[in-house]
Every structure is written in structure tokens, then in C-alpha cells.
């Protein structure tokens, strides 16, 4: 079973900046698709960006930019500019056969 792992949350300042990695487990070309959603206490679950196999990316979030390493298994979420409606837990996931894996989330916590 392929697992994803997530890293690089924090407490950041208004303005700043961090970068969220997300492990894979096997290689990522079982994924047809990767990319990350956030959550806020209270409110549903929401697409921040995705990364499809061919590289092609879909992005919610202007002052984001994902990418992926295929020889490291990880792919990545740069977040610039960070607001502090940008806090909230960031969540990894991949598309495997038409099912959805998820990562145990990150803590990102941007004070004002």
C-alpha cells in the first residue's frame, strides 16, 4: 500500500514563506494525478493545487506553485506571500487507479 508523507509546515509571518514537501512511498508514476488541499476548523476540505503525471498543474491559489521531483518520490508546495487565511492543515494526496491517498497532513500556521 502506497503512503504519502508530509513535511515543511510551521508557524510563518504574514508575507513569508514555506515549502511543504510530500513523500511518496513507491514511485509516483503509480499517481496519475498530486497535489494538495487545505483545512480549516470548520470548513470543508479545499484544493490548493494539483500536478498531473504529464506535469500539467492546476492552481487555486496564485502566490502557490507546485511541482514534483520523480527521482525523489516527492512532489512540493511553494507557498509565497502567506496571509493569514492561509493557516490551516495541508493535506497531500495522490491518485491511484481512480482512489485517493492521503497523506497525514501538515500544521500551517501564518500569524499576523
Known amino acids: 500500500q502506497v503512503q504519502l508523507v508530509e513535511s515543511g509546515g510551521g508557524l510563518v509571518q504574514a508575507g513569508g514563506s514555506l515549502r511543504l514537501s510530500c513523500a511518496a512511498s513507491r514511485s509516483m508514476s503509480l499517481f496519475s494525478k498530486m497535489g494538495w488541499y487545505r483545512q480549516v476548523p470548520g470548513k470543508q476540505r479545499e484544493l490548493v493545487a494539483t500536478i498531473t503525471s504529464t506535469g500539467s498543474t492546476n492552481y487555486a491559489e496564485g502566490r502557490f506553485t507546485v511541482s514534483r521531483d520523480n527521482a525523489k518520490n516527492t512532489i512540493y508546495l511553494q507557498m509565497n506571500s502567506l496571509k493569514p487565511e492561509d493557516t490551516g492543515v495541508y493535506y497531500c494526496?495522490?491518485?491511484?487507479?481512480?482512489?485517493?491517498?492521503w497523506g497525514q497532513g501538515t500544521q500551517v500556521t501564518v500569524s499576523s
Open positions: 494526496f495522490g491518485r491511484v487507479d481512480g482512489t485517493d491517498v
